[in-house]
């Protein structure tokens, strides 16, 4: 027997305003996300400001991402 059902071509549904308004959001927060160098310059400070004392560059280092990732999540949400 033959298939005699007939088959329809789906048109692709329009695009919502909501999602560009999410995509441009997210792109706005991959931007902000600060670089290796940012997150370099704002330990060694750390670094500096305590008297240059090894064994503890880790803790700058996580210190400054934090501080850092918390800035730009600011000027993202205002």
Same mark, same amino acid.
């Given at each position: 027997? *033959?298939?005699?059902? !007939?088959?329809? !071509?789906?048109? $692709? !549904?329009?695009?919502?305003?909501?999602? =560009?308004?999410?995509?441009?959001? *997210?792109?706005? *927060?991959?931007?902000?996300?600060?670089?290796?160098?940012?997150?370099?310059?704002?330990? =060694?400070?750390? +670094? $500096? $400001?305590?008297?240059?004392?090894?064994?503890?560059?880790?803790?700058? +280092?996580?210190?400054?991402?934090?501080?850092?990732?918390? *800035?730009?999540? $600011? !000027?993202?949400?205002?």
């Amino acid at each position: 027997m *033959a298939d005699t059902t !007939k088959k329809t !071509k789906i048109t $692709a !549904k329009p695009r919502s305003a909501t999602t =560009k308004t999410t995509t441009k959001k *997210a792109n706005a *927060a991959i931007s902000s996300k600060p670089t290796r160098e940012e997150i370099e310059r704002l330990a =060694k400070s750390y +670094w $500096a $400001a305590r008297g240059r004392l090894d064994g503890y560059a880790e803790q700058d +280092w996580l210190r400054a991402e934090k501080e850092l990732l918390k *800035a730009a999540s $600011a !000027k993202t949400a205002s």
